[in-house]
């Protein structure tokens, strides 16, 4: 730790990290796992130490093509170890081996005393409690990484975390895809027949009002409907907010720091309110105009990729987008 400390540059990143079960409670049928609705997810400073310095000071081959294998100390033994394999590019660009947290001392929980942060990636790629790192030409996969029947290094990366279909048993393994921005992945299925949840895709959520809540306007008639948004390693480009259940939309504007590209937005519309029952939904866009989905697809669809605004239902409840399962339903009184 004293030479990841001070025997390389200390950077600092604003990441949005989000797991990629987030919104799963929304999917029909409800699949296993944490019944996470909206609340996984969060906007913090990241510090740390290059890990692109690391490798070159260790003569680490950095050509593209390869990966860096990093793996969690965290497994009892005899149990799969938590291990991601991140693609070198994003390794080199931007990735971080980190040991603070808002300034802080990384916290046990969040992974003392060193962390892998990935900006604008799941949550699942921030590999906790790191205590090895390798650079392979492949990610793991195969005998060579697992112990008989048991997936000792693959499970988290080659079987977990991946978007099934109904009609799949499993995941297809591959060494290596083409491209490794989720939402590409997840339409190029001739290649890639399973994404893995790498970067995060365009997402946003109201905070004010609350569901359920009864508002009152501002003695001028309105009320400022209050949200975050992000878009993993792309930047949010737009929010529109819908007070009509997404049939008419109007665009938000964003206020608050802008804290990188990696960061969350906060945005806020300002909406002339009548007494009444409203269902409040917003839709953030990225800069490559890759808007929300409205709804989550049936099994039976056997999506694998966002599709006639839909996104679709998958085995493990992962990277759910669609906007109307996400609506606020509130009350609007006399100001
Ligand atoms: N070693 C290790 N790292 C891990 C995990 C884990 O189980 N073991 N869980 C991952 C998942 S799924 C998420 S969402 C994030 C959560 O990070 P946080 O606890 O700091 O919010 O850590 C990731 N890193
Ligand atoms: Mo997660």
């Not at 394999?85 to 390794?91: C, D, L, R, Y």
Request: glycine share 12%; charged share 20%; with cysteine.
């Amino acid at each position: 730790m004293e030479e990841i400390k001070h025997s390389f540059s200390t950077e600092s990143v604003t990441h949005t990290m989000q797991c990629s079960g987030n919104g799963r409670a929304y999917f029909e049928p409800q699949v296993g796992g944490n019944q996470w609705s909206f609340g996984a997810v969060g906007n913090t400073v990241w510090t740390g130490t290059p890990v692109s310095a690391i490798l070159e000071q260790y003569g680490g081959n950095t050509s593209e093509g390869n990966f860096l294998s990093v793996m969690g100390g965290d497994a009892p033994e005899g149990e799969d170890i938590f291990c991601r394999s991140i693609p070198m590019q994003k390794v080199l660009d931007d990735t971080l081996l980190a040991y603070e947290m808002n300034g802080a001392p990384m916290s046990a929980e969040h992974g003392f005393p060193v962390r892998l942060l990935v900006p604008g990636w799941y949550g699942n790629n921030n590999v906790k409690w790191v205590n090895r790192m390798h650079v392979m030409d492949k990610m793991v996969i195969g005998d060579e990484w697992e112990d008989g029947d048991q997936r000792l290094y693959t499970h988290w990366q080659q079987y977990s975390y991946r978007v099934i279909p109904e009609e799949d048993d499993g995941a297809e393994q591959y060494e290596d895809i083409p491209v490794y921005d989720t939402r590409e992945q997840m339409n190029r299925t001739d290649e890639i027949r399973n994404a893995y949840m790498y970067d995060q895709m365009a997402k946003s959520l109201i905070g004010y009002p609350g569901a359920g809540q009864t508002v009152t306007p501002n003695p001028a008639g309105q009320i400022e409907v209050l949200g975050v948004a992000w878009a993993g390693d792309d930047r949010v480009d737009t929010v529109e907010v819908s007070t009509d259940g997404g049939d008419t939309f109007g665009e938000a504007e964003f206020f608050g720091p802008a804290a990188g590209p990696n960061s969350w937005r906060q945005f806020r519309y300002v909406w002339d309110a009548s007494p009444g029952e409203y269902t409040l939904v917003s839709r953030a866009t990225d800069e490559q105009g890759r808007s929300q989905p409205s709804t989550i697809s049936a099994p039976e669809e056997q999506l694998r990729g966002i599709e006639n605004d839909k996104f679709p239902w998958n085995k493990g409840g992962y990277a759910n987008t669609a906007y109307m399962p996400h609506a606020v339903d509130c009350t609007v009184e006399e100001g």
